[in-house]
């Protein structure tokens, strides 16, 4: 059912429901998409936004990812404002068309409702599928909560299309987990999301400018494509200026602040823990309750994954004593999820360096609870008091 | 000396039409195709065929080849009218030798 509401603050809505919302506000010129749990719901709403005229969107219902994120690349470069959702097998069935859409420097964005990966077939909640496309050139938002999902989504659009960074962005929200939950949100009025977007004006010539005719697509031989590789390399660099930029005005806008991360009871902190999307929240309660058994605990969420702002984290980390990063998704080095190998290696820079764990948590959906993160920051205290790391490398949340 | 990454238009695109003339796709021609200028009726049978534009038409008459983008398949050979038979594919470095 598609949303019609006048009110601002204290609107129940599920993620996928928010980011449809957020997707009509937009009013984007073109959306292309294929149906595929846990987004499918997103689609659903929006495409009712278009059959009672409420948006001026071209919707395209194409035959596969694969086609739906083609469609999008088609359109984008013949210089439209291009939007699009997708799950699991269906970013892996994109695959190759990702690369595409961000060497093409096509600012697309795109909803992900984060979905575990094929084999064993699961439906349910884990980054296996944002992760393994961590290298596709897309920058990468992750939201711990419907709101994040809501106000990531109108972010994407600008820190998309800036003039320094054209690449494609997706918003990451948890599958079911915050996808399918109500939770309680502020809506921004319709005029105030225009306004933050703004008219999306190709600041190059789009296929349909035929009063400058340029070749999309073409080949790029040994003599040029790693020309083209080091702009992107470089508009993944400056988008990290971008989304800080992006975050500041949208705190104008909706009176909620924005950054690279989330600092959770940092100040003072001598053990912390890094954990993307909605398993913050959680682990945030197990913040509480650690300090009010008296530990220093603190957490870190990362709220932008590409570009990786290694530097800031190694920063917020690099006085703490014991630091746990929690991944879900393994990448099956058998050293640790990328969350992980990223933030270790970002530490590096570093002369002054925590002790540091990587864990794997909740694949397929698998609950992760409070007690969970009490367990992983009882560890971390000990690793604290004897300086020893016993397993640098671990999974969670698994049946031994 | 070629532009650096910074001047170089982003997206991989290219502003300019028809600059792919300016890269040489022939050098790895086997055979080359030979015109006996004597023979030819201009019927453009070869023009019309060549899947490169290595054809060179001019005022009306079929003159030559562009030997920068011929790959030497041999399909102008084959389509020329059986009754003319124009061209004739030769081994690329016996045309060099004879020149
Ligand atoms: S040999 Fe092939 S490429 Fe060369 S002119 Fe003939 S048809 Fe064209
Ligand atoms: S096909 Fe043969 S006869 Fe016809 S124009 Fe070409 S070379 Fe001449």
Known sequence: MAVETKHKCNVGLTGNSAVAYAMKQINPDVVAAYPITPSTTVMEEFSSYVADGAVDTELVTVESEHSAMSACIGAAAAGARVMTATSSQGLALMWEMLYIAAGMRLPIVMACVNRALSAPLNIHCDHSDSMGARDSGWIQLYSETVQEAYDNIIQAVRIAEHEDVLLPVMVCLDGFITSHSIENLCLIDNDKVKGFVGEYKPNQPSLLDVEHPATYGAVALPDSYIEARRQQSEAMKLAKDVITDVGKAFEKVSGRSYGLMEKYRMDDAEVAMVILSSAAGTSKVAVDEMRKRGAKAGLIKPRVFRPFPYLEIGEALKNIKAVAVLDRADSYSSFGGPLFTEIRSGLYEFDKRPKIIGRVFGLGGRDYGVHDALAVFEELLRIKDTGKVDKLFDYITVRE | ?99
């Open chain 2, 1 to 99: 000396m070629k532009k650096g990454w910074k001047e170089t238009p982003i997206r991989g695109i290219i502003l300019e039409a028809g600059s792919a003339h300016g890269y040489s796709t022939g050098g790895w021609r086997k055979l080359q195709p030979t015109l006996d200028r004597a023979k030819c009726i201009d019927c453009m049978f070869c023009w019309v065929y060549c899947p490169d534009s290595a054809v060179i038409v001019e005022n009306g008459k079929m003159v030559g080849f562009d030997l920068e983008h011929c790959k030497g398949c041999g399909i102008c050979a084959m389509e020329c009218p059986d009754k003319v038979k124009a061209i004739t594919m030769v081994l690329e470095e016996e045309e060099k030798e004879a020149k």
